[in-house]
C-alpha cells in the first residue's frame, strides 16, 4: 500500500470495515460501536491517513477558516489585534490566517481571490485603499466581513477601530498647550480612511487655535518606517528650518522620525518636541519617552472575533465599534510657555 495517498477505501480494507464506517467515524455523525471506532481510529494513525478536506469542504461549504488581512504585518499593532482573534477564534473551532497586503491593492485583490478560493468563512480586514478596495467579490460570495482600523464609507460593513480624527486633534492641541505654533506632521497614506481622518484631526487642531499650517511640514510617511526616515532625512539634508514640533500618525513612522533625526544630531525633545499615534515597540527600552495616544489592540482583536462570530452564527445586531485610546505622556515635548 502507497502510504502517501491512503484513502478511506484503504482503511476500510485494512479494517475490514465498510467505507461507510470508515467515514462515519471520520465525520463523527453517525453512532458507531466502539470497538469498530477505536480499530479504525488505530488505522488511521498507523497509516497516517489526513482526510481529503478539499472534497470535504465541498459538501460542507464550510472551512472553518478565517483571515485576517492586514495592511503590514510588520507593525506590532496589526500583530497584537491578530493574536487576539486567533485565541478568541481558536475556542470557537476556527482556525486563523493571517495575510499582508504591503499597503498594495493589487496584492490585497491577489489574496481576496485566494481566499474564496479556499471557502473562507469569514474575514477581518484593513483595506489598502478605501476607496478600490475589492471588498465586493467578498459581500457577493456572503462571506461575512468585519473592518479592522480603516473604514470604507459606501459599504455597510462593521468596524472596530478608533477615532483617528480625536487623537490626531488631541495631540497636536496638547503641542499647541505647551507654547508650540510652528507643528509639523508625519502623515500616513492618504487613500487610506486613517490616514485621512488623522491628518484632517491635526489641520483641524491648528486651525481651531487660529494657527497656520505650513505646508512645507507635511510629510508623507505612507505609514512606513522607512518611508518615513527617508522622507525627513532629505528634508533635514537640505538644511531647511524643523518646526518646534512634530506630530507622528502611527508608531512605525514614529521610529523612522527617531533615526533620521538622530542621524542629524537631533534631540528630543531639546531641538524638536515628537508626540505619535501608538506606541512604539520595546518602548520602555528607550531613553527617550515619546508622548502617544496607545490603542487597547487586545479589546479590539476581542471584538473584532466576537463581531465575525455573531455573522458567522447568524446574529445580526452588527454595530460600528469605536475603542477608546489612553493618553501616554513621555518626556518627548519641551514646554515653550
Partial sequence: MDLKNVTMKDIARYTGVSTATVSRVLNDNYPVNIETKQK?????????????????????????????????????????????????????????????????????????????????????????????????????????????????????????????????????????????????????????????????????????????????????GDFEEIQAYEVLSQFLKNKQDLPTALVSCNNLMTKGTMLALNEHSIRIPEDISIVSIGVMENHEFFSTKITSVEQDTSFMGKKVAELLLSQLQNKQKLKNIVVESAFIKGNSVKELN
Fill in 40 to 220: 479504525v481510529l488505530k488505522a488511521i494513525e498507523e497509516l497516517n491517513y489526513e482526510p481529503n478536506l478539499v472534497a470535504k469542504n465541498l459538501r460542507s461549504r464550510k472551512s472553518n477558516l478565517v483571515a485576517i488581512v492586514v495592511a503590514d504585518i510588520k507593525n506590532p499593532y496589526y500583530i497584537s489585534i491578530a493574536k487576539e482573534i486567533d485565541d478568541y477564534l481558536f475556542e470557537e473551532g476556527y482556525n486563523l490566517i493571517t495575510c499582508s497586503t504591503d499597503e498594495s491593492i493589487e496584492k490585497e485583490t491577489d489574496i481576496i481571490r485566494l481566499l474564496l478560493s479556499k471557502q473562507i468563512d469569514a474575514v477581518a480586514i484593513a483595506p489598502s485603499d478605501s476607496e478600490k478596495s475589492k471588498l465586493t467579490e467578498l459581500i457577493k460570495k456572503h462571506v461575512p466581513i468585519v473592518l479592522v482600523d480603516r473604514k470604507i464609507d459606501d459599504l455597510s460593513i462593521p468596524f472596530v477601530g478608533t477615532n483617528n480624527f480625536k487623537e490626531a486633534y488631541n495631540l497636536t492641541e496638547y503641542l499647541i498647550k505647551k507654547g508650540h505654533e510652528k507643528i509639523g506632521v508625519m502623515t500616513g497614506k492618504l487613500n487610506t480612511s486613517t490616514g485621512k481622518e488623522r491628518l484632517k484631526g491635526f489641520k483641524m487642531a491648528m486651525e481651531n487655535h487660529g494657527l497656520t499650517v505650513d505646508e512645507k511640514w507635511i510629510f508623507n
